[in-house]
């Protein structure tokens, strides 16, 4: 079974850094690009980061500079670190699978975790 | 970046009754075209990708339909568990982009 379970969300002050994890089981990790989506509390959906299985990585432009993605295949984990964070990172995150299809790399998030709320207090 | 229109972005009905979605991109994205399912407090669930596929256990009241930057999807008869936020999404190319949801409420 795929399995997707975030941690590290927690309340921190603007300007200060979190690390985030997503443990992926019931797959073979090293094959599949992964994301990081949030949803900041009763907003929709946002794109943050995404990192292929070659380690490949894409930032939306509102964290670019300031969130790194980064994957640990002998682990089975995915990462976010991020840095100088501000009120409006907060939300919850989540971890997902990117499963392609057709000729793209990303194609579509098929399995998501749970979540993992970063409170950013100013 | 290519945006994401969703329309609308509320509706009220009731079950059994018929709905469509729709989603527009801002240029076209051929079929890289995902929709997904949210309840509240849960992760989004995938129910179409490539625009018209359905993915595995996803009932088939759910249809998709469309190419280049206009896209439906469709509830053939809204069930009681189908009251949910919907959302596209493009994976043509990065940065990837959701539309900003429509709420289907109970009439």
């Known amino acids: 079974e795929v399995q997707m379970l975030e941690s590290g969300g927690d309340l921190v002050q603007s300007g200060g850094s979190l690390r985030l994890s997503c443990a992926a089981s019931?797959?073979?990790?090293?094959?599949?690009?992964m994301s990081w989506v949030r949803q900041a509390p009763g907003k929709g959906l946002e794109w943050v980061s995404a990192?292929?299985?070659?380690?490949?990585?894409f930032y939306a432009d509102s964290v670019k500079g300031r969130f790194t993605i980064s994957r640990d295949s002998s682990k089975n984990t995915l990462y976010l670190q991020m840095n100088n964070l501000r009120a409006e990172d907060t939300a919850v995150y989540y971890c997902?699978?990117?499963?392609?299809?057709?000729?793209?790399?990303?194609?579509?998030?098929?399995?998501w975790g749970q979540g993992t709320l970063v409170t950013v207090s100013s | 970046d290519i945006q994401m229109t969703q329309s609308p972005s509320s509706l009220s009905a009731s079950v059994g009754d018929r709905v469509t979605i729709t989603c527009r991109a801002s240029?076209?994205?051929?079929?890289?075209l995902n929709w997904y399912q949210q309840k509240p407090g849960k992760a989004p669930k995938l129910l179409i990708y490539?625009?018209?596929s359905f993915q595995s256990g996803v009932p088939s009241r759910f249809s998709g339909s469309g190419s280049g930057t206009d896209f439906t999807l469709t509830i053939s008869s809204l069930q009681p568990e189908d009251f949910a936020t919907y959302y596209c999404?493009?994976?043509?190319?990065?940065?990837?982009?959701f539309g900003q949801g429509t709420r289907l409420e109970i009439k």
């Open positions: 997902a699978r990117a499963s392609p299809y057709g000729s793209g790399w990303y194609g579509s998030n098929d399995y």
């Open positions: 240029q076209s994205i051929t079929t890289y």
């Open positions: 990192i292929r299985g070659s380690g490949g990585t």
């Open positions: 999404q493009q994976s043509s190319s990065t940065p990837i982009t």
């Open positions: 490539a625009a018209s």
């Open positions: 019931g797959f073979t990790f090293s094959n599949y690009a």
